[in-house]
């Protein structure tokens, strides 16, 4: 019985896993494809999606290098927009165990699809699925960026929709964490807060400053 | 070396840093009954403000364009309790016809 019970709950995590992994790979390929038209080439693309390992941010400062700005403001908007893992790395947190080397590099593996599937109602996260998850995506992120640069080098990610991909995975697992009012309220309060701050901040810093509205969940 | 390895490099180590400062600052954290409930907020508020970012601007501009026909492609998808990978092709086919289009 105890075997059974440990592969129905290997099986329920599988099935979360698949298909987070398989819209990642996409959004990996769209990176990739983003990346050439950037100046990126495989080791860069690579590396980066190793190290950085955040597809907005991947995206975000490629975009900016792309439209001809600097180092400087590409890693920037970068930064700011990786700057969510510092709340997300709290939350996290409450799932890793053992030393602190072993805890910050069980952190390199957190991502936002992964991050907010193994979510848990309390706000903590299933350890198990967190780490498995989060190790699957890494291997398919790799991948799908590797096959995006050298497959998909003149392919428009636009014509083909794939600009779309990570709002839709976004989408789909906000979707699943509105349920409650308060949930749903903080949510429509941090889109406002984001969108006002658009047209007069640079890139990542809406969405920084939205992460604060978190802390309406201070009030009882 | 060049800009695109300088925004590897850098952008990389930091947000390495980024990601292990509160797993290491924390050690074994459990956190209070308020803390849980900033904590269970986090994940839909920045999930929310991402998904409006991404959709709904272009640069420091808003942009009303095929991006939000694919996002309303895809609340039909969530509201006929589609899985998620269903919700992500559908979104993609959605923006991808509707830019054909127009």
């Given at each position: 019985?105890?075997?059974?019970?440990?592969?129905?709950?290997?099986?329920?995590?599988?099935?979360?896993?698949?298909?987070?992994?398989?819209?990642?790979?996409?959004?990996?390929?769209?990176?990739?494809?983003v990346?050439?038209?950037?100046?990126?080439?495989?080791?860069?693309?690579?590396?980066?999606?190793?190290?950085?390992?955040?597809g907005a941010a991947?995206v975000g400062s490629?975009a900016v290098?792309?439209a001809?700005g600097?180092?400087?403001s590409?890693?920037?908007a970068?930064?700011l927009l990786?700057?969510r893992?510092?709340?997300?790395?709290?939350?996290?947190?409450?799932?890793?165990?053992?030393?602190?080397?072993?805890?910050?590099?069980?952190?390199?593996?957190?991502?936002?699809?992964?991050?907010?599937?193994?979510?848990?109602?309390?706000?903590?996260?299933?350890?198990?699925?967190?780490?498995?998850?989060?190790?699957?995506?890494?291997?398919?992120?790799?991948?799908?960026?590797?096959?995006?640069?050298?497959?998909?080098?003149?392919?428009?990610?636009e014509?083909?929709?794939?600009d779309m991909?990570s709002p839709a995975?976004f989408f789909?697992?906000?979707?699943?964490?509105?349920?409650?009012?308060?949930?749903?309220?903080?949510?429509l309060?941090a889109v406002a807060v984001a969108l006002v701050l658009v047209p007069f901040t640079p890139a990542g810093v809406p969405i920084a400053v939205a992460s604060?509205?978190?802390?309406?969940?201070?009030?009882? | 070396?060049?800009?695109?390895?300088?925004?590897?490099?850098?952008?990389?180590?930091?947000?390495?840093?980024?990601?292990?400062?509160?797993?290491?600052?924390?050690?074994?954290?459990?956190?209070?009954?308020?803390?849980?409930?900033?904590?269970?907020?986090?994940?839909?508020?920045v999930l929310s403000a991402l998904i409006a970012v991404q959709v709904f601007t272009s640069g420091q501009h808003f942009q009303l364009d095929e991006r939000a026909a694919g996002l309303g492609?895809?609340?039909?998808?969530?509201?006929?309790?589609?899985?998620?990978?269903?919700?992500?092709?559908?979104?993609?086919?959605?923006t991808?016809?509707?830019?054909?289009?127009?």
């Open positions: 019985m105890a075997d059974a019970n440990y592969t129905s709950a290997r099986t329920i995590r599988l099935q979360a896993i698949a298909p987070v992994a398989t819209a990642a790979f996409l959004f990996g390929i769209s990176f990739g494809a990346a050439t038209t950037a100046g990126f080439g495989i080791e860069s693309a690579l590396v980066m999606s190793a190290t950085t390992f955040g991947q490629a290098l792309a001809g600097g180092a400087l590409a890693i920037l970068g930064v990786n700057l893992y510092l709340p997300m790395g709290v939350t996290a947190s409450t799932a890793y165990r053992g030393p602190w080397y072993s805890r910050a590099a069980q952190a390199q593996l957190l991502g936002d699809e992964t991050w907010a599937l193994s979510r848990t109602p309390d706000g903590g996260h299933d350890a198990r699925l967190l780490l498995q998850a989060g190790a699957t995506v890494f291997v398919v992120w790799l991948a799908g960026t590797a096959i995006g640069v050298v497959a998909f080098k003149d392919v428009s990610v014509a083909w929709g794939l991909v995975i789909a697992l906000l979707w699943n964490q509105l349920d409650s009012p308060r949930t749903r309220v903080a949510a309060t604060l509205v978190c802390l309406m969940g201070l009030v009882k | 070396m060049s800009a695109v390895w300088w925004v590897v490099v850098v952008l990389g180590v930091i947000t390495v840093v980024i990601k292990a400062a509160g797993p290491v600052a924390l050690g074994n954290w459990t956190p209070s009954d308020k803390a849980k409930r900033v904590l269970a907020l986090v994940s839909p508020v492609a895809a609340l039909v998808a969530l509201l006929l309790k589609a899985p998620l990978l269903v919700v992500v092709l559908v979104a993609v086919a959605a991808a016809v509707t830019r054909a289009l127009v």
